[in-house]
């Protein structure tokens, strides 16, 4: 039986007793909680009484293990995202291993916490972020942080093409994915380009010799319907 001050290999056994692991991780060092942690036979219980240890209040290098252990409950993960830093939680999106719902959510964070983050933050998650971070970050207005988004190696033709259909995407955008590298090159966006007037209009001619008159035609005619339509409350 261990003492109230016992050494870790103590502690192991007690942790999954109700009414004392409270007490217990009281006493623990972040070492000793993140050694805890990476025990084989450690269960969804010992790991959720592990997130409300004092210690892990304070440490961030012990939140961010919780959050990537995968045993650590939905309940307790998506919490603990909330209080993450923003590179933090980055990470959490960009590691193979991490269930899919937890990495939405660590996406979910970093987006709503997009608007209120300085420009150099910007521009580092623009460059580094997961796919859809970065398409978020696509219509931000600055074209020092649309610019990286651009060249981030997560971003899709989907996301970028989504991205330039949004009624409220910024000029820049359109400017800066018209003249791109890669993206002009791509039929997907090239189409989204050629159905908006935000496309500068040098780069719009260009981009339609790539197609047919009947397709152009197409493309204008779904446009105009496009405008015309008003937008339903479900998809705003």
Same mark, same amino acid.
């Given at each position: 039986?261990?003492?109230?001050?016992?050494?870790?290999?103590?502690?192991?056994?007690?942790?999954?007793?109700?009414?004392?692991?409270?007490?217990?991780?009281?006493?623990?060092?972040?070492?000793?909680?993140?050694?805890?942690?990476?025990?084989?036979?450690?269960?969804?219980?010992?790991?959720?009484?592990?997130?409300?240890?004092?210690?892990?209040?304070?440490?961030?290098?012990?939140?961010?293990?919780?959050?990537?252990?995968?045993?650590?409950? @939905?309940? =307790?993960? *998506?919490? !603990? /995202? &909330?209080?993450?830093? #923003?590179?933090?939680?980055?990470?959490?999106? $960009?590691?193979?291993?991490?269930?899919?719902?937890?990495?939405?959510?660590?996406?979910?964070?970093?987006?709503?916490?997009?608007?209120?983050?300085?420009?150099?933050?910007?521009?580092?998650?623009?460059?580094?972020?997961?796919?859809?971070?970065?398409?978020?970050?696509?219509?931000?207005?600055?074209?020092?942080?649309?610019?990286?988004?651009?060249?981030?190696?997560?971003?899709?033709?989907?996301?970028?093409?989504?991205?330039?259909?949004?009624?409220?995407?910024?000029?820049?955008?359109?400017?800066?994915?018209?003249?791109?590298?890669?993206?002009?090159?791509? @039929?997907? =966006?090239? *189409?989204? !380009? /050629? &159905?908006?007037?935000? #496309?500068?209009?040098?780069?719009?001619?260009? $981009?339609?010799?790539?197609?047919?008159?009947?397709?152009?035609?197409?493309?204008?005619?779904?446009?105009?319907?496009?405008?015309?339509?008003?937008?339903?409350?479900?998809?705003?």
């Amino acid at each position: 039986m261990s003492s109230a001050n016992g050494s870790k290999e103590d502690l192991q056994p007690e942790v999954a007793r109700a009414g004392t692991e409270t007490d217990l991780l009281g006493e623990m060092t972040e070492d000793q909680a993140l050694a805890e942690l990476q025990r084989a036979e450690i269960g969804a219980a010992n790991i959720a009484a592990l997130a409300k240890s004092a210690v892990a209040a304070k440490s961030r290098k012990l939140g961010l293990a919780i959050v990537m252990h995968a045993r650590t409950p @939905r309940h =307790v993960s *998506i919490p !603990l /995202l &909330r209080r993450m830093f #923003t590179f933090d939680v980055m990470q959490v999106t $960009l590691t193979p291993a991490i269930a899919a719902d937890i990495k939405r959510a660590a996406e979910g964070q970093i987006v709503l916490r997009t608007e209120s983050l300085p420009l150099g933050e910007k521009i580092s998650l623009a460059k580094r972020a997961s796919g859809r971070v970065a398409a978020a970050l696509l219509q931000a207005g600055e074209p020092q942080v649309i610019a990286p988004a651009l060249d981030n190696p997560h971003l899709t033709e989907a996301l970028v093409a989504q991205a330039l259909m949004r009624p409220e995407a910024p000029a820049a955008l359109f400017q800066l994915t018209s003249e791109h590298r890669n993206w002009s090159n791509r @039929r997907e =966006v090239q *189409i989204a !380009l /050629l &159905r908006s007037d935000k #496309t500068p209009i040098g780069r719009m001619k260009e $981009l339609e010799k790539n197609f047919t008159e009947q397709f152009l035609r197409e493309i204008v005619a779904e446009s105009t319907r496009a405008k015309s339509t008003p937008e339903s409350p479900d998809s705003l």
